[in-house]
């Protein structure tokens, strides 16, 4: 039993000689991400323009939905779209006509047709 001692000093100098490289490490990868992280901003805010993306907010006139304005002015007419072209049985079910039967060019209700 007296060599379970000696095992336990060795662990705790394994642990030391691996957590001070990695400790070592740490920081000297943190420092070089800093400062390439802080050349980049300064990289990137030498291309900005002078007064920055924005130089004035839009004005809010500007900011109207065109289609909304549209409609509020005749909601009744369409706003200004054309009615879709309909075929004759279409316009004629819709006035209430009876639709003309179809004809058949070459066939003998051609002839028969008025």
């Known amino acids: ?18 957590a001070v490289p990695g400790f070592l490490f740490y920081n000297w990868w943190s420092r070089l991400k800093a ?15 002078a007064g920055g993306v924005f130089r004035a907010p839009p004005a809010a006139d500007r900011l109207v939905n065109p289609i909304s304005s549209a409609t509020a002015a005749s909601p009744a007419a369409g706003a200004g779209m054309a009615a879709p072209k309909l ?15 179809a004809v058949v060019p070459g066939s003998a209700s051609t002839a028969a047709a008025p």
């Not at 336990?8 to 394994?14: E, F, H, M, R, T």
């Not at 390439?36 to 323009?49: A, E, G, I, T």
């Open 35 to 49: 400062a390439h992280d802080h050349s980049l901003s300064l990289k990137v805010k030498s291309r900005l323009p």
């Open 87 to 101: 075929g004759p049985a279409a316009s004629a079910a819709m006035t209430g006509a009876a639709p003309s039967p």
């Open 1 to 18: 039993m007296a060599g379970g001692g000696r095992g336990g000093l060795g662990w705790l100098v394994l642990i030391a000689a691996l």
